[in-house]
């Protein structure tokens, strides 16, 4: 490609002619141009103008991603009118997204307590991570979950379906749990630097409390004799129980926060004491406890009235005498409703509650004012006193009148308003006085320089919670006035933050907030959102019966029971966007700082569809990119989406509108992958966590033998899904790229039907027990079968998915530790394939080539191979090829989808390939000259074989026109041409017994073996279906196919292992050996041959059957021992793929406490002989590459093989010829049942749904 | 032999063509007349429709505005007892009595218009059609060609200017196994029909052009993308197209030459994106009609990836003419940049509407007031749209500006494919905008961003400036968007979309400025903004505007003054419309 010279930001460049803009930008790390619209994996498209830049010359910006390079042209990527561009572009954008960031009630707490997230962990039953989750935000669960008042269900988008959900009282369960057994939080290595937080309310405590998490010394200094301020003090027992209270502060004090109580600011010191005591900062956080006064004469001398808050604290701390007759208390807030059912509780006869204002203004929370009323407390509203009237200094009645409302301003609430001459009197014993607090202040005496409002609170940065004085930070009632705890919680979090910042750094400043977009923001959110959503009340609180509430104080509310706690947590509706952390949008607009009131108008709104079983469409959330479009038509050539509409309404759809599963969609979910934004996202299995953070795992998929990579993000252990998205997994050499059974079929791994713990059947019973007892009986039971009926009534069978390791081991132990060749698989053994096909011709039958050398190929034949369903990532790369001028050659009778994009389909007959294939060697053998094929060995026994095959028997017997024929003739004979075959070895649907090995003769006699772009690849079903038989788990090899010829290898490897296998490894028919009841004991690794009930033969007269597994499967319900087995994410490991690549798969997290399985493997082997001690599944790896000559040099990652020559590397004993066989036109009519359970979920819980 | 034509393109048609037609074939028949009865395309006076001439003996005589019963006169006095019908004559012998719509006008495109029947191959080539192709094959070499168009000086008549002569030069030298001919005949804009009227009065011409560039880049293949809105163009085209068929004009060595050339009609769907040359290619291709960055351009890579040279209906006319009458009679007309002619639909508030070719280089004023015949009812001229959706307004001030290119876009507006609309004192300048606006905004093919939601936000500005709603800071959000559109979109529709807003802002600020500070429409037309009133003293009180106003928000009494009841008025206009006495009133 031409060098040309440009130059960037005043850099010159050379780069090369045909690129874009983008990437000379990129590959020169030059700048990060953002970008939404763009994927490197396909072609340059330019519409969301993100990437824009400037051209010198050229009045107008250019899109970056699709612009070429040209000599000489002078870029400017980053100055002010380009800034200004790509932030109005994200700013239309986002005035179009109509979608919530995260869930309106996370926003709507003060605190920010991520409710979304602890309702999906609490419904997945994770609820130690529940708590932990909202101890981030919320260290007061036990006692809020009783007392808050609740924003969050206020926002709660449920409102419009229904009730919200009961969030609270779903916090207050998994409090109560956690209360079993106290989740103790870490705790950075002490900085030694102290803190002074004045007032151990829940502001006080929770600054202490993080601050104490980061390291700190944090001091409390309480005026009261205990901690807990409003909460203990304002807050009845009957609603927080003092008990939990103190537990849940004790919780708090004990990670380490120093408590000094009957100390008062002001009185007993000064802030000017606290710094020169050494205290980096000091947190104000004292409350509001003053009671506002009623303004009425005689109110402080006249005996029987009573402040409200005062009457709280009395109470609480035992002073308060018993009351007696009628208690009027005045006010509509919570306090007044708490001394109303307070004094109910203490002695008064009746309660009477005079509010100026109505119901509907009444600041009480309504679930409280509903439970006085039921229990007995009698409102007036619209009354207001005016007169005390005693009789020798004790309250007999108050003098009231009746008020009307005013109309009231906008946002403010209605003036009451007396109305003349309606005075009236209540007799009472007794009035309390709870129409508000204040906030005492008179502290500040000694410390002048800290500003107050005019009506008393501390003047705080609003941000920061900084007073006026550096270094002082103050924060709850005593700057807010009278509020919520959630709050002062809010408060005392924000100012361990800014402390932290102001300790450390000396600058005070807020935490960075996230840009987050809200439906509400965009608009009136429309009831059709919700019109198919199911109404569900919620579930009712428990309560104490009403009879038992006077005179005591036991807690009203009792809590949900845990199947309440799951039907509750079920209605939650999953707001918020399960893409928070990977939405580009949202990235790109927290670097632009964007507004997203810029731009006002119409938003567009869609109902979200969820018809398809795993892909949700939410088109609100489409910036029109059109990345999933181009993906689904460019690489997949499927085109199920498409835009519809024209201007503002343009929009990405499914054609016609239909739902996805009516298009021709595949389900392989690589939309969701390449989408900027939620708007095509993953329906999950479970809940989905949006803000939660997530670990990007990258590894290797397990099902078929492309070997496709794969990255798993996990939410919280063995909790998980696929998301191929990141940069590095679209370098792979899968592009990234997944089918359904990658994407979508992993969730066989969250099914409930695991095994966790080893089971032992004695006569009929089953017992849960040790893994070290399921060891030992198993090694006592095989010892003495071995004893009676000798070595070669043991066998064991190895599932194709293991790795490589664990094939070793199978394989060692069975041959070193129970002294036999009884090795296979059951995969194998019951699908009589051609696994040895090519030793003939090839000397080995492997792939010759590898899937990276298809883009290389001129010819690409794919024979016997349903790639679509079996192998679909090999199809994308055979059209990738096609796109680079490869034609692609499908040989099957019926018009599968590869038929579709093939550029010629041959549909010969079924059973009749080995025909196609022998015609074709003898119009090959008739033209050429074939210098090099000659001179093979069978050769006239080859030319004699193929001779009768003319183009009319050929197109007679395979039912194909001559003229199609002769077209793929003219195709395949060029000797130039590079021609690589594809021949899937497990798929039964087109074949004839000898098809491989007419392959095998072509490519020998075209001498394509050893030739770069030229081979065949023979595809296999299971992720380690090659490296099964690379390490020898069958009979027939030895680890590296050694053969039973090669008596030197033999001997070599029976060295290294320390036995005489010579002895050992001998032809065996272990099907033939299980039938003539000749094997007394199977042990089964991984495979359920008894998923196909007619297996059951196999098993009937057996004494011994262990099986280990990672599920329940049918045939480990018939066993005698049951093992629990690893998950592949759960432990490192290599897997060999289809084209000899060798990859390793890293552990993504622990799995639910097993051992990993090569443990267990070489567990149960030392206790049977041989030399098992490994340290690691690397020191295994080391001992293959030393035992098996295929993987002497191999490097992880790499191919083996990698100078891969059929004759001469592999079988340098044995003379490679023509494969000489009898032609049939008898079709293979096996079925394609499989024994392996993640395949058969697969196949019911996943393919079910989507075809 | 006596020959009647009626002008029977969709002007005609819809003045009522096909009636007069029907009514003297019918007279023809009752009197068993030996007279041809031919149909002809638009001969430009849209608003004299239905055009009929009578061909007599040598001479000839043009009816204006002929109704079925001035048809049945015609025959009976002009045929039968041949006296003309002197007081509907508009042209004897091909000179008009008044002359002044054609006065200023050159026809070159559209010489042959209203003159021949476009469905006779014959009548063409009796035009002297088909005789450039001839010439070209016979004596010029590619290159030729190339000179003589490059000499010539013509520009692309779509809108953009294009030199069509370099266009076919980067064709020519692109390499391809195989290149296309493309005609652009996806006219779009709204109050546009040149393109129509050449197909459906001349389509041969069009063909010609196609052959002449075919030839002369290497095209062996045309496509011909034509709405499916102009039926009965496509009729024209197909019976075309099948005459060159029959006769050898198309297929394989025409004229006798190696050379062969077929055309095709694809007929698009009526989205207006598909005029831009990448949208047009992807939906002959058969996907969606979305504009792709260029380069590369259509010219090196263009349909099927092949190059490909567009050019519009009204360029391709042009060549044929070229060719025979040289390069120099082309150049020679027009100014220094802008030669040839260039056709108009002019609309709007002037008296003469319809289609007219100017040589470049004529006055606004001229086309105006001369060609036009000023301006309807009295009014005052305020300015003339030009370019359509991607145009602008060019202010009455502006009247002496040229014709020109350059000269055009210098004022914000473009030459555009030929729209001209004359706007007078009633029309208000932001509902103007809004109104292309609107267009524009629902034709966007919705890729880029700007385009599809930027002109969205642009028109809710106007929106609710014109519904007395605008803000302090509106203009300028106006602007900013306006000129982040202009530079951030992929093709020429996002990227001059915003013109008619900046041009009437440029010209008419203090009209928006009315609208948000005061808010009152100096036009008196944004509904919003006015109420209307009856001056009681010019009230007669004649019940006319109360028995019309479909709301009855007009009450009183015979022969006493009116009253509107402005809460019930849904400010329809109507009464205005109906007074006689100019008692309604705008405030």
Redesign the interface.
């Known amino acids: 490609m031409k060098k040309i010279r440009i130059t960037i930001n005043g850099r010159t460049v050379i780069t090369a002619e045909g690129k874009t803009i983008l990437e000379a930008v990129n590959e020169n790390k030059i700048d990060t141009i953002p970008t939404l619209c763009h994927d490197e994996r396909i072609e ?7 990437c ?1 830049v400037e051209i010198e010359g050229l ?5 970056a991603c ?3 390079v040209k000599e000489g042209l002078v870029i400017v990527t980053n100055n002010e009118k380009i800034q ?2 790509r932030k ?2 994200l700013e ?2 986002l ?2 997204h109509y979608a919530d960031c995260i869930a309106p009630c996370i926003d709507n707490c003060p605190a920010g307590v991520d409710v979304h997230e602890y309702i999906a962990l609490a419904y997945a039953g994770k609820f130690t991570e529940a708590i932990r989750l909202i101890k981030e935000t919320n260290p007061f669960p036990l006692s809020l979950g009783r007392i808050c008042v609740r924003n969050c269900e206020i926002a709660c988008r449920r409102n419009s379906v229904d009730e919200p959900v009961a969030i609270n009282a779903v916090k207050r369960w998994l409090a109560d749990e956690d209360n079993n057994h106290l989740w103790t939080p870490d705790i950075k290595k002490p900085n030694h630097k102290k803190i002074a937080i004045i007032g151990g309310g829940p502001s006080g405590l929770t600054c202490a409390y993080y601050l104490t998490l980061e390291g700190y010394s944090a001091t409390i200094f309480e005026k009261f004799p205990e901690l807990g301020g409003m909460l203990k003090y304002g807050i009845p027992e009957y609603r927080l129980p003092k008990k939990i209270l103190d537990t849940e502060i004790k919780w708090m004090t004990d990670l380490g926060i120093d408590v000094k109580t009957g100390m008062e600011l002001g009185k007993d010191f000064s802030i000017d004491d606290l710094k020169n005591k050494g205290y980096k900062s000091v947190f104000l956080a004292v409350g509001a406890h003053k009671a506002t006064s009623l303004m009425l004469d005689k109110e402080d001398e006249v005996e029987g009235i009573i402040k409200g808050i005062d009457f709280l604290r009395e109470k609480q701390n035992n002073k308060m005498p018993k009351l007696k007759g009628i208690v009027i208390v005045v006010g509509g807030g919570n306090t007044a409703v708490d001394c109303a059912r307070t004094s109910l509780r203490w002695g008064a006869d009746k309660v009477i509650i005079v509010y100026r204002r109505s119901i509907k203004e009444m600041p009480a929370h309504p679930d409280e004012v509903e439970a006085a009323e039921k229990e007995g407390v009698e409102i007036q509203f619209l009354t207001n006193p005016v007169s005390i009237i005693e009789k020798g200094g004790r309250l007999t009645g108050v003098e009231c009148i009746k008020m009307r409302l005013e109309k009231a301003d906008p946002g403010k609430r209605p003036r009451p308003v007396p109305i003349p001459d309606s005075e009236f009197i209540i007799n009472c014993d007794f009035l309390i006085a709870a129409i508000g607090q204040q906030v005492n202040t008179s502290f500040i005496g000694k410390d002048k320089d800290c500003k107050l409002e005019k009506w008393g609170t501390i003047v705080v940065d609003q941000d920061t919670l900084q007073t006026s004085i550096p270094g002082v930070f103050a924060g709850g009632d005593v700057v807010t006035g009278p509020l919520t705890a959630i709050t002062s919680i809010a408060h005392g979090k924000i100012a361990a933050y800014c402390i932290d910042e102001y300790v450390r750094t000396g600058i005070v400043k807020k935490k960075n907030e996230k840009f987050l977009s809200f439906k509400h923001k965009l608009g009136e959110i429309s009831q059709y959102e919700f019109d198919h959503i199911k109404k569900v009340g919620k579930e009712k609180m428990p309560e104490l019966p009403l009879s038992k509430r006077k005179n005591n104080f036991e807690e009203v509310e009792l809590g949900f029971s845990e199947n309440q706690l799951m039907l509750e947590t079920k209605r939650c509706m999953e707001c918020g966007c399960s893409e928070f952390y990977d939405c580009t949008l949202r990235k790109l607009a927290d670097n632009f700082n964007i507004d997203i009131s810029q ?1 006002s ?2 938003t567009r709104k869609y109902k979200i569809d969820d018809r398809h079983p795993f892909i949700v469409l939410d088109s609100n959330k489409c ?2 990119c ?1 990345r999933c479009v181009r993906t689904c038509s460019e690489i997949l050539k499927v085109s199920a989406i ?2 519809l ?7 990405v759809k499914p054609a016609m509108e239909k739902a996805l599963l009516q298009t021709n969609c595949i389900s392989c979910g690589n939309c969701i992958d390449t989408c900027p934004t939620g708007a095509m996202a993953e329906k999950f299995p479970f809940k989905p966590l949006g803000q939660y953070k997530k670990e990007n795992y990258e590894s290797i998929c397990n099902f078929c033998s492309i070997g496709c990579r794969i990255n798993y993000k996990v939410i919280r252990d063995n909790y998980f899904f696929v998301s191929n998205s990141t940069t590095s997994i679209r370098n792979s050499h899968n592009n990234g790229y997944l089918c359904v059974k990658g994407r979508f079929g992993h969730r066989y791994l969250l099914d409930g039907n695991r095994i966790i713990k080893p089971v032992i059947r004695k006569n009929g019973i089953r017992k849960d027990t040790g893994i070290e007892e399921a060891i030992d009986y198993t090694a006592e039971k095989v010892n003495r079968i071995i004893k009676q009926y000798g070595p070669g009534s043991i066998a064991v069978f190895g599932s194709p998915k293991l790795s490589n390791e664990e094939l070793y081991l199978l394989q060692k132990f069975t041959r070193v530790g129970l002294k036999s060749n009884n090795i296979s698989s059951f995969t194998n053994l019951f699908r009589d394939s051609e696994l040895n096909c090519l030793d003939e011709s090839l000397g080995i039958t492997v792939s010759t080539t590898t899937m990276d050398d298809l883009s290389g190929a001129d010819i690409i034949l794919a024979v016997n191979a349903n790639l679509t369903d079996d192998n679909m990532i090999m199809e994308l790369k055979i059209k990738a090829a096609q796109k680079k001028g490869a034609a692609f050659i499908y040989v099957n009778s019926s018009e599968l989808n590869p038929a579709r994009f093939s550029d010629l389909w041959v549909d010969s007959k079924k059973g009749t390939n080995t025909v196609l294939l022998n015609g074709i060697l003898k119009e090959i053998i008739e033209n050429d000259g074939l210098s090099f094929g000659s001179k093979i060995k069978n050769f006239p026994e080859l030319k004699k074989m193929v001779s009768a095959y003319n183009a009319e028997i050929v197109s007679t017997l395979t039912g194909l026109p001559r003229e199609r024929y002769n077209q793929l003739v003219d195709m395949v004979k060029n000797p130039a041409s590079n021609i690589i075959f594809i021949y899937n070895i497990d798929s039964r649907r087109e074949k004839s017994f000898n098809d491989l090995k007419a392959i095998g003769n072509f490519l020998l006699l075209t001498n394509r073996i050893n030739k770069k772009h030229n081979g065949i690849i023979i595809l296999r079903d299971y992720s380690n279906s090659t490296g099964l038989l690379d390490m020898g788990v069958t009979p027939e090899y030895l680890p590296g196919y050694v053969t039973f010829h090669e008596i030197q290898r033999i001997r070599s490897i029976g060295k290294e292992w320390g036995v005489n296998m010579e002895e050992i490894f001998k032809p065996v028919n272990i099907a033939e050996r299980i039938i003539r009841n000749q094997i007394k004991a199977i042990l089964i690794f991984g495979e359920d041959p008894l998923a196909i009930p007619d297996n059951i033969k196999y098993f009937d007269d057996l004494d011994f059957l262990m099986v280990q597994d990672m599920f329940n499967t049918e045939t480990a319900k018939k066993a005698d021992v049951v093992l629990p087995a690893s998950a592949y994410i759960g432990q490192d490991g290599t897997y060999t793929s289809c084209d000899r690549r060798v990859q390793e798969a890293t552990r993504v997290f622990n799995d639910k406490g097993t051992l990993e399985n090569w443990r267990i493997i070489t567990n149960l082997a030392k206790k049977i002989g041989g030399n098992f001690n490994y340290d690691s599944n690397l020191d295994i790896f080391n001992e293959i590459r030393k035992i098996n000559r295929c993987y002497t040099d191999v490097e992880p990652n790499d191919f083996w093989g990698s100078d891969f020559s059929g004759q001469s590397t592999v079988s340098q004993n044995r003379e490679a010829g023509f494969a000489i066989y009898d032609t049939d036109i008898v079709t293979y009519n096996a079925g394609n049942e499989t024994i392996l359970y993640s395949e058969n979920y697969y196949r019911s819980k996943i393919k079910k749904k989507i075809t | 032999m006596t020959e009647i034509k009626v002008g029977l393109a969709t002007c005609g048609i819809s003045a009522g063509g096909e009636l007069v037609f029907d009514e003297l074939e019918k007279e023809i028949k009752k009197h068993d007349l030996q007279i041809e009865l031919k149909k002809t395309g638009c001969l430009g006076m849209c608003y004299e429709e239905v055009l009929v001439e009578v061909v007599q003996n040598g001479s000839s005589w043009l009816y204006a505005q002929v109704t079925p019963d001035k048809a049945k006169k015609i025959i009976e006095n002009h045929i039968l007892e041949n006296h003309p019908v002197d007081a509907w004559i508009l042209a004897d012998n091909g000179s008009f009595r008044d002359n002044s719509f054609f006065d200023k006008q050159k026809r070159i495109v559209l010489r042959n218009c209203g003159v021949i029947d476009p469905g006779s191959i014959d009548e063409y080539i009796s035009q002297g059609g088909y005789k450039a192709i001839q010439k070209v094959l016979k004596d010029y070499s590619p290159d030729d060609v190339i000179d003589v168009i490059t000499k010539s000086g013509l520009r692309g008549r779509g809108g953009a200017g294009f030199p069509t002569g370099l266009k076919w030069e980067i064709a020519n030298r692109s390499k391809g196994s195989k290149k296309y001919i493309i005609c652009n005949a996806d006219e779009g804009d709204p109050g546009a029909f040149m393109d129509r009227s050449v197909l459906e009065g001349d389509p041969h011409s069009v063909l010609e052009g196609m052959m002449i560039s075919g030839y002369t880049i290497g095209a062996n293949e045309a496509y011909i993308y034509i709405r499916a809105e102009y039926p009965m163009a496509v009729r024209t085209l197909i019976t075309a197209l099948t005459n060159c068929e029959e006769k050898g004009y198309l297929g394989e060595n025409i004229f006798g030459s190696d050379f062969s050339f077929n055309i095709k009609i694809k007929e698009g769907a009526g989205a207006f994106v598909c005029g831009e040359e990448t949208a047009l290619i992807a939906s002959i291709e058969g996907k969606r009609g979305s504009p792709r960055i260029r380069p590369p351009f259509p010219a090196r890579k263009g349909l099927w990836d092949y190059p490909t040279n567009i050019n519009n209906v009204e360029t391709f006319a042009n060549v044929p003419w070229i060719i025979l009458n040289g390069y120099e009679k082309y150049a020679s007309l027009g100014t220094e940049k802008s030669k040839g002619t260039k056709v108009f639909a002019l609309a709007g508030k002037v008296v003469h509407t319809g289609l007219v070719e100017v040589p470049m280089g004529v006055t606004i004023n001229e086309i105006v007031f001369n060609i036009g015949g000023g301006i309807k009812n009295n009014k005052e001229f305020k300015a003339v749209q030009m370019g359509g959706p991607s145009g602008g307004c060019i202010p009455a001030s502006m009247g002496d500006l040229i014709i020109d290119y350059d000269e055009i876009t210098k004022t914000g507006a473009i030459m555009g494919s030929g729209g001209m609309i004359v706007l007078d004192e009633t029309t208000c300048m932001v509902d103007v905008a809004k109104f292309f606006l609107n267009f524009t905004q629902n034709e966007s093919c919705g890729k880029c961003t700007f385009c599809r939601i930027g002109t969205k936000r642009m028109l809710e500005i106007l929106e609710r400036i014109t519904a007395g709603e605008g803000k302090e800071n509106d203009i300028e959000q106006l602007e900013d968007l306006a000129n982040k559109i202009k530079i951030s979109s992929l093709c020429g529709l996002g990227q001059t979309a915003p013109n008619p807003v900046l041009t009437t802002i440029k010209y008419f600020r203090e009209e928006y400025e009315a609208h948000i500070k005061e808010k009152r429409c100096p036009a008196h037309s944004c509904v919003a903004l006015i109420d209307y009133k009856i001056d009681t003293d010019k009230c007669t009180g004649c019940m006319l505007c109360l028995k019309k106003c479909p709301v009855d928000a007009i009450s009183g009494k015979p022969k006493e003054p009116h009253t509107i009841h402005s809460e019930t008025c849904i400010k329809c206009g109507i009464c205005y419309d109906v007074c006689k006495f100019d008692a309604v009133i705008i405030n």
Do not use: H, M
């Open positions: 340059p498209y330019g519409s969301c103008f993100l824009v009045n107008k910006l250019v899109p699709s612009t070429p200004s561009v109005t572009a239309l954008l005035s179009n731009y108008g119409e910036i029109n059109g498409g835009f509409y024209r201007g503002f309404r343009t929009i």
